[in-house]
């Protein structure tokens, strides 16, 4: 046996998104950090032990605009281009990867940490050191550390220093939560063993094992969605545990679901029920995926209301857009619905007082394990929001160190500063602009070689019928005065719409109507129909246009998105309800269903110009959709004139390092696993190959380049300054858009 001393910056102890997350932001602030995983792999739940796949705040494409960007974001975008089929095992390797590639990490796995040094009163603890043992190495190793990150889910290194926690629900009055129950209780979500089958390609009998259950005694036929073909993520309601203790009961709840699993087999391969002859079981996960234990009590205590309210933080450092998600205690034995789901409007904010703890100076935490009450755990727990918490934790984790202050101090006094960092970093704060001193882009005149000023999609590639009503956002920027559609009449009608606003910048459902309008059509095809609605709002934002149901029309539809632009269908919620969950009634943001438009909108034309995709707004400070597309967006590209973007001095300026932010489409849905696969390994809306050139001698030269991109953000450091007044980013081809498009720039001496 070895003893060792690990002396770091700042201790990460839990390896899943949320801890990952946290040690790459703290690392590439130049902060040493120690990552410490009681696992042989990283990626937590996500990982190839446990093979949950990884949600966040799309919601799967309920939400709008709302994939995840910053250090999540880039795992995203590096697995659909590596890994676009989902295997688990190449997604661990994702993961790894991006941790190895920070020199200021040291990876300590199956490194179980059961020991906490912590000293001080009651209301001011500080760790002092975690300890943990090497699994297989016989290594003893003593983390020290300035600052503490609990990202273990279950919360063991906050309960060891004597951190304020909570373990089950809270009552109703204390948050005034409609979704809490009357009393509080020690009940939690329970635990989930997932299963992956295959096709033998001859026929493979099975005999249970001793400890399967018979299903047919139980409620499970009856109440969950059994089929023989689908996959390991239609399995997720295999729940159980919640009315245990989920970390001390771990062993028993394990073989429970180990029962359930092989009893669940047993009726598929037995039954004479299903078509499973050539089936056999491929894989069966040992690991239960744990969802729900302590939770620690920051400054604040994010809720209920807070969530659906959309409430906006001053302090707010992350998002999501999950539903409050919430199972019942009996998990895969219960008579309702394996799960229940209230959404926000949009997308929600989660402020940095939930991410410290309220008596642990020198401990903040990430992932299931915040600040939260049950009811809003309910939403916060899903993993790519649990990985923007780890980064917006891990940030401040760095700041806090270097600065030589606690967490609570860099909230009081240098939150802006904290919030900004985010945003260089390419984090996400909804609605909070980019405003960063240093970045010599906002000082600087912007033009392009041309900007798309007139928004209009007219390349029809098929037709639907106006059988429900058919919903449209288009940006108002700064006005809009008619709207054009492609229809086809059966029969002499009337195109009737209504023009709406959306509430809040970050929503995308109907919020107050504002006018109405209708055409006269007589039969026919492919019919312009212009309609007369106008508005002219304060600031820019998104207009919810409603195209009313009519048997007699057909509208036609482009077969490829176009920024800025969405399309929805007006669904009644018994068509929207998804096997094993419950939907409540009345949420607008599942009435109106995108699903059916992901890569495709209605043929529009707007008869006034836009100012929607200007070149001003690479330089505006938003890094993605917020009351409107916020990117420069060139005219349709042609192959012999290349477009550009150009950044201009009053006098030459000393440029080393250039931020170019590519836009990704945010509000397509991408996934770790195969719960769903997204076609495309690229993103067709970023640039692939560009030049950045700056005017020297009067000559422009090439100072950086990329080629084959397929990342959203690409940091170029010059070899050495330059002085220029003058800075040119030339694209030069996309990865399948017809338009060049710049979210963001940032220029650094």
Known sequence: MRSEIVKTDITVVGGGLAGVNAAIAAARLGRTVALVNNRPVLGGNSSSEVRVWVCGATAHGTQRYARETGIMGELFVENQFRNKDGNPYFWDMVVLEAVKAEPNIQLFLNTDVHEVEADGETNDRTIRAAIGWMMGSERRIRFESAVYLDCTGDGLVGFLAGAQYRLGREAREE????????????????????????????????????????????????????????????????????????????????????????????????????????????????LPGKREYRRFVGDYVLNQNDILAQREFDDRVAFGGWSIDLHPRQGVYATESGSKHLFSDGVYHIPFRSLYSANVNNMLMAGRDISASHVAFGTTRVMATCAVIGEAAGTGAALCVAKGITPRELHGNHLRELQQTLLRQDASIIGLRGDDEADLARRARISASSERSRLGIEQPAYAIALETDIGITVPVDPKLDGIELLVDAASQTALVVELWDTGRPENYVPHAKLAEASVDLSAGSLQWAKLDLSWTPETACNAFLVVKANEALSLHIADRPSSGVLAYRKSDLARVSRPNEERQQGQPLVEWSKHEFDHAVPCLRLTASTDAFAASKATDGYLRPYGGPHLWSSERMSEDRPEWLELAWS???????????????????????????????????????????????????????????????????????????????????????????????????
């Open 175 to 286: 948050f005034d939560e409609e979704w809490a129950p009357e009393v509080a209780d020690d009940i939690t979500l329970g635990s989930t063993l997932l299963f992956y089958t295959k096709d033998a390609g001859h026929p493979v009998k099975y005999t249970p094992p001793r400890m399967a259950i018979d299903v047919t005694k139980t409620t499970i036929p009856e109440r969950r969605i059994i089929r023989s073909g689908d996959n390991g993520c239609a399995y997720w309601w295999i729940e159980w545990g919640g009315e245990h203790d989920t970390v001390h009961d771990n062993e028993r709840i394990r073989d429970e679901l180990w029962s359930v699993i092989y009893g669940i087999w047993d009726y598929i391969k037995n039954s004479g029920k299903f078509d499973a002859d050539n089936m056999t079981l491929e894989w069966v996960g040992s």
């Open 651 to 749: 006098e030459p300026t000393p440029i080393r390092e250039l931020h170019l932010v590519f836009n990704d489409d945010v509000n397509d849905d991408l996934i770790n696993l195969h719960h769903h696969i997204t076609s495309y390994e690229t993103m067709p809306t970023l640039v692939k190959d560009y030049r950045v050139e700056a005017l020297q001698n009067g000559a422009w030269v090439t100072v950086a380049e990329g080629r084959g991109n397929y990342k959203r953000k690409n940091v170029h450091r010059l070899d050495a300054p330059i002085r220029t007044d003058r800075l040119r980013i030339v694209v030069e081809a996309t990865n399948g858009t017809e338009y060049a498009e710049i979210v963001e720039v940032r220029v650094y001496g």
